[in-house]
């Protein structure tokens, strides 16, 4: 009679708890005083199957259980096979929460907001955009020629779309034909935000990216990989990995890079932003690790604004003819994680110097004030 009771007391549980794993609620607490738009938020992916352990990969929504409507998300890997995080873009009013349900169903096609790829046809440009901004690495062909250039390119762009497969099969992506332009000049410098070793007062750069890989690519967030040969770091053999993040709605990568040497010491590096032969504006907030420039006007191209953010301590800030600088310093194999990025007046979103280094302030009040998630069960 116990063993009958038993059975009929499973049967009774199993479909209440079949029932309580078809969904769960992920509530995001935004706890800081700052609005939050356009945000990727990470969710963790085996928290996520400890609540939904029955969750169909290919078959399943995210919902606004405020708008009753779906939101774009992405199934981040990071380069591996298995599910690392589940991405949704969001909005969030400070000192609010946002509840998401997630359940079966079939997700609405959401537009791919960011994309990367490698572009042997224009000697191994490695190219990447959002729907706000766009950039570009040289690769080992460009190398040892007349166009070679050490730092970051920035494709200026004035549309949401995504605009890199376009410029380049036009060949011709120096003229605006609507949509944006590549106007900004990079040569022997480190670019809108690349970072090289700083030996004896001097910025080592190294030769251009020779390996890539990308990671994962849209619609939330694309990442890649970029491998760079050994050089020689004022008397320092160096070798460099650049892991490079670029989300939906943000001006600014997120940029880990590791050097791999020798020395148990340090190493110094700088972050570098070119600098105009005409007069910019310049925030430089050594405090907070902000350099911020908004470039003197270009002709009828308008103007460009360039920034990074570091997430280590800033040991010095200042300003040479050709260059903003900042210096911290990393360890052999140890990542260093610092965002860099630009923006564009003619877009229409940002349009003057303050406008931009507000933009700088609260973005780097948002990293300091991270979301926090919880995951339950329905």
């Known amino acids: 009679m116990k063993t009958i009771q038993f059975f009929l007391l499973l049967a009774f549980i199993a479909p209440f708890t079949a029932i309580a794993q078809t969904k769960a609620t992920v509530t995001l607490h935004n706890t800081s005083a700052l609005?939050?738009?356009?945000?990727?938020?990470?969710?963790?992916?085996?928290?996520l199957l400890s609540s939904y352990s029955q969750i169909d990969t290919a078959n399943f929504i995210v919902l606004n259980n405020s708008t009753k409507k779906q939101i774009p998300y992405q199934l981040e890997h990071h380069g591996n096979r298995a599910i690392q995080n589940l991405l949704v873009q969001v909005d969030l009013k400070a000192k609010s929460s946002l509840h998401l349900t997630i359940?079966?169903?079939?997700?609405?096609?959401?537009?791919?907001?960011?994309?990367?790829?490698?572009?042997?046809?224009?000697?191994?440009?490695?190219?990447?955009?959002?729907?706000?901004?766009?950039?570009?690495?040289?690769?080992?062909?460009?190398?040892?020629?007349?166009?070679?250039?050490?730092?970051?390119?920035?494709?200026?762009?004035?549309?949401d779309k995504l605009v890199l497969n376009d410029r380049y099969k036009r060949n011709d992506y120096h003229i605006d034909h609507g949509d944006g332009l590549d106007y900004y000049h990079v040569g022997h410098t480190l670019g809108a935000g690349n970072m090289a070793p700083y030996v004896k007062d001097t910025i080592r750069y190294s030769g251009n990216y020779h390996q890539w890989k990308i990671l994962d690519n849209g619609p939330l967030r694309t990442t890649f990989q970029l491998t760079y040969d050994s050089w020689n770091a004022g008397g320092i053999p160096v070798k460099a990995t650049k892991i490079i993040s670029i989300d939906a709605g943000s001006q600014l990568n997120r940029i880990e890079n590791t050097y791999t040497f020798e020395d148990k010491n340090p190493l110094a590096v700088v972050v570098g932003i070119i600098k105009r032969e005409k007069a910019g504006v310049l925030s430089l907030n050594e405090q907070q690790g902000i350099m911020g420039y908004w470039e003197p006007i270009f002709d009828k191209e308008g103007t460009t604004g360039v920034a990074s953010i570091l997430t280590t301590p800033a040991n010095a800030m200042w300003v040479t003819k050709e260059q903003l600088l900042t210096q911290t310093t990393v360890r052999s194999?140890?990542?260093?994680?610092?965002?860099?990025?630009?923006?564009?007046?003619?877009?229409?979103?940002?349009?003057?110097?303050?406008?931009?280094?507000?933009?700088?302030?609260?973005?780097?009040?948002?990293?300091?004030?991270?979301?926090?998630?919880?995951?339950?069960?329905?």
Do not use: C, M
Request: glycine content about 6%; hydrophobic content about 35%; charged content about 30%.
């Open 333 to 378: 194999n140890e990542a260093l994680v610092y965002y860099t990025g630009a923006v564009w007046d003619k877009a229409g979103k940002i349009t003057s110097a303050k406008q931009w280094f507000n933009y700088l302030e609260h973005f780097n009040e948002e990293l300091k004030n991270p979301l926090t998630i919880s995951v339950k069960k329905y």
């Open 103 to 159: 359940q079966k169903g079939k997700p609405e096609p959401f537009a791919v907001k960011t994309y990367a790829r490698y572009v042997p046809e224009r000697l191994d440009d490695f190219a990447w955009e959002n729907d706000k901004i766009a950039f570009r690495a040289y690769g080992k062909a460009l190398e040892k020629t007349e166009g070679d250039a050490y730092g970051y390119d920035v494709w200026v762009k004035r549309t």
């Open 35 to 47: 609005d939050r738009k356009e945000t990727v938020i990470s969710i963790n992916w085996k928290s």
